[in-house]
């Protein structure tokens, strides 16, 4: 965490993330029940509503923050879920080798053929609407990815001599695979959690957005499905998805900055670049006799 700190990126991603979490635990306890009816609809911005009212005439401010709680939360917990999956079924898939990487692979490679963006609309479409069939859909279509990368690095790290020693030390290959392996890959699972979160939160929120969530929620997905619905654009009431809008942006840029800061402290190439101002570590030039 400190070397993240120290990184310019990563440090700005974390003070901006950090205030939208924030904003999602704590924000909800401090502003109005989000689908109480408060004012006439489409009302502008004032002092009484700062976000201005929907088209049903709640407060935009309030869907803002109690969205912010749903949607972070549910896609910070599928980004550590789809990463958990495929850590357990690539690192398998790489260690033993064999038959038991020939049926894995199989198995991540079908999932890697079928179509992402289909496959997401058909389940979320028949599955009843809910966080946990929401979460079921990313989980399903976003794993394999992340087992795949997993795979190829526990390949390159199972011949190693600590690998070797643990083995015969007598200690079992599940405990070498999880004690011994996978911690050597913290900074490539790190990267894949922030991967996963913002995908997501981005499918969360487009399958929301086509009316394939639970539209009784309150999350940021349901506030522009809404927005959209009340015809937001042609009647110019910016307010209704303007605020979801720059929340959802502001995730996805911390995000970033997360992901480029940690690649930066990770890879030595991209570090040099960094402290000199250059793409990497330049060579050296050969003199040349006349």
């Known amino acids: 965490m400190s070397a993240l700190w120290k990184n310019p990126q990563a440090r700005l991603g974390l003070v901006v993330f950090g205030l939208l979490m924030t904003m999602?635990?704590?924000?909800?306890?401090?502003?109005?029940?989000?689908?109480?009816?408060?004012a006439r609809p489409l009302a502008a911005p004032s002092m009484q509503h700062w976000l201005g009212t929907t088209g049903q005439g709640q407060d935009v401010?309030?869907?803002?923050?109690?969205?912010?709680?749903?949607?972070?939360?549910?896609?910070?917990?599928v980004g550590v879920v789809v990463v958990a999956i495929g850590a357990v079924v690539g690192g398998m898939a790489g260690f033993f080798g064999g038959r038991v990487d020939e049926?894995?692979?199989?198995f991540i490679n079908v999932s890697l053929v079928l179509p992402g963006l289909p496959l997401m609309v058909i389940l979320a479409a028949y599955?009843?609407?809910g966080p946990g069939s929401m979460a079921a859909v990313l989980v399903v279509t976003g794993w394999a990815w992340n087992a795949r990368v997993v795979r190829s690095q526990v390949l390159s790290l199972r011949n190693r001599d600590f690998v070797d020693a643990a083995i015969v030390a007598g200690e079992a290959p599940l405990r070498v695979l999880?004690?011994?392996?996978?911690?050597?890959?913290?900074?490539?699972?790190?990267?894949?959690?922030?991967?996963?979160?913002?995908y997501a939160i981005g499918a969360q929120v487009g399958l929301e957005f086509l009316g394939l969530g639970d539209l009784g929620a309150v999350t940021w997905g349901t506030n522009l499905y809404w927005a959209t619905n009340d015809?937001?654009?042609?009647?110019?009431?910016?307010?209704?998805?303007?605020?979801?809008?720059?929340?959802?942006?502001?995730?996805?840029?911390?995000?970033?900055l997360l992901n480029f800061g940690l690649d930066g402290i990770t890879n030595p190439v991209l570090a040099a670049g960094a402290g000199t101002g250059a793409a990497g570590p330049q060579p050296t030039p050969v003199r040349r006799s006349p």
């Open 24 to 38: 999602a635990l704590v924000g909800p306890f401090f502003v109005g029940d989000p689908d109480a009816f408060v």
């Open 61 to 77: 401010l309030a869907q803002t923050v109690v969205g912010a709680r749903t949607t972070l939360g549910l896609g910070v917990l």
């Open 103 to 106: 049926l894995l692979s199989w």
């Open 127 to 129: 599955l009843p609407a």
């Open 178 to 198: 999880v004690v011994e392996i996978l911690p050597n890959m913290a900074s490539l699972l790190g990267g894949a959690v922030i991967g996963a979160t913002t």
């Open 231 to 256: 015809s937001a654009l042609l009647t110019g009431s910016w307010w209704t998805f303007v605020p979801t809008g720059a929340a959802i942006a502001l995730t996805g840029f911390s995000l970033s």
